[in-house]
């Protein structure tokens, strides 16, 4: 089981590594909304083929590359929208967005398992692509910002942004996450199995309590950096070195109630790290910039994907003992953390121009849409539609 686990975990990142960069390429070119839609389509087609594949190596195609291409066009668009719409509740709005994921931990485990049973695995896939497809109609809500005339010469030219690989904020930050994902995934697929070697009961519930916290953890996060109490970058680096520190003491329990505490601690404050990425990609950068910033981040983010999970299965497999890499995945994702002190000095964008200006939310209501003038004095109509843009967001929200 274990090595069947890693396999998954290698050919669904395969499709994602190259993706994410991808997506956030054809974004910039044709709108979230259209790269949204066409990655439901192919991911919906992916799955169709993977619920008639005659074999392996057409299920790593199907399942493991078109469908992690489709998956990762959708998952950046996803981000990059909600930082779009919004700048004074930017994480908040962002921590209601990314809690679908905790949800999505705790439901579609048990509702994986009830479709196999009914419909056996080829059934389960294929009511998977239908309800994949139904992302098609969610981005029809991804209604694009409009965007100044005088940028439209120079979008062909910069939509792949590669000077972003030569500016040390952005590698220092992408190799944080590199870090942090190198372990991210190691806990979650072995925590099962850690439980069952100590004979816990309802070990496999563990999954669903992390991903309960999980759902808490990102829209706590949101409102604590809405709320100031706390900046993105503070909650990223604590989330991280508390994950990883209790991610190193996990193999010292070996109760239902211990091991239940940690999954509730790992999914918490890992949800910190993820939902705080996008914040701090907006203040290093520019929200001009996130769909090019969070593409190649997630590149780095999928290269460690195929680096952690398979070195961890290797050293239980050797071990046969599941410490050294539960050991391994913490410290890997405190370094993630301890990486980014810098930048707690070095937040401001070396080009002014690259600093967020004010966007309205999608529908009827996008004509209100303006742009901060990079001038110090604001006209009267300019600060109508300041004012008009903060209480249209703070309705939404």
């Known amino acids: 089981m274990r090595s069947k686990n890693t396999i998954s975990q290698m050919k669904d990142t395969y499709g994602l590594i190259w993706a994410r960069p991808v997506a956030g390429v054809l974004a910039k070119r044709f709108t979230c909304r259209v790269t949204t839609v066409v990655g439901s389509l192919i991911t919906c087609a992916g799955f169709v083929f993977a619920a008639y594949s005659p074999n392996v190596v057409m299920l790593i195609v199907s399942y493991g590359i078109f469908g992690g291409l489709g998956?990762?066009?959708?998952?950046?668009?996803?981000?990059?929208?909600?930082?779009?719409?919004?700048?004074?509740?930017?994480a908040l709005a962002s921590g209601i967005a990314t809690c679908g994921s905790g949800v999505g931990m705790f439901v579609i485990g048990p509702l994986t398992q009830l479709l196999i049973e009914h419909f056996t695995w080829h059934g389960a896939m294929l009511a998977f692509a239908g309800l994949v497809l139904n992302c098609c109609v969610l981005a029809s809500t991804f209604i694009p910002i409009p965007k100044e005339d005088d940028d439209d010469d120079d979008e062909g030219a910069k939509v792949f942004d590669c000077s972003l690989l030569t500016d040390a904020r952005f590698v220092?930050?992408?190799?944080s996450s590199f870090f942090i994902l190198i372990g991210y995934f190691i806990p979650i697929m072995f925590i099962v199995e850690l439980a069952e070697k100590h004979n816990v009961q309802r070990a496999a519930f563990l999954l669903s309590i992390s991903g309960i916290t999980n759902c808490s953890g990102r829209l706590i996060a949101g409102w604590l950096a809405s709320k100031k109490v706390l900046d993105a970058l503070t909650l990223y680096i604590i989330a991280c070195v508390v994950g990883g520190a209790a991610t190193m003491a996990c193999t010292h329990l070996h109760t239902f109630i211990t091991l239940a505490t940690y999954s509730a601690v790992f999914g918490c404050f890992v949800a910190c790290y993820v939902s705080m990425c996008p914040i701090i990609l907006v203040e290093l950068l520019g929200i001009d910039k996130?769909?090019?910033?969070?593409?190649?981040?997630?590149?780095?983010?999928?290269?460690?994907?195929?680096?952690g999970p398979p070195l961890a299965g290797w050293l239980v497999d050797i071990k046969q003992d599941h410490s050294l890499a539960f050991y391994i995945a913490g410290v890997f994702i405190i370094c993630g953390g301890l990486v980014c002190m810098p930048l707690r000095y070095w937040k401001e964008p070396s080009d002014p121009s690259s600093s967020p200006g004010t966007v309205a939310v999608p529908g009827e209501i996008a004509s209100l849409y303006s742009t901060q003038p990079g001038t110090d004095a604001l006209t009267d109509k300019g600060s109508d539609d300041t004012n008009a843009c903060t209480s249209i967001e703070s309705s939404w929200l």
């Open 71 to 90: 998956l990762g066009m959708m998952y950046v668009c996803s981000y990059v929208m909600v930082g779009s719409y919004f700048e004074e509740r930017r």
């Open 290 to 307: 996130l769909a090019n910033t969070f593409g190649f981040l997630n590149f780095s983010r999928g290269v460690a994907n195929l680096i």
């Open 172 to 175: 220092i930050f992408c190799l």
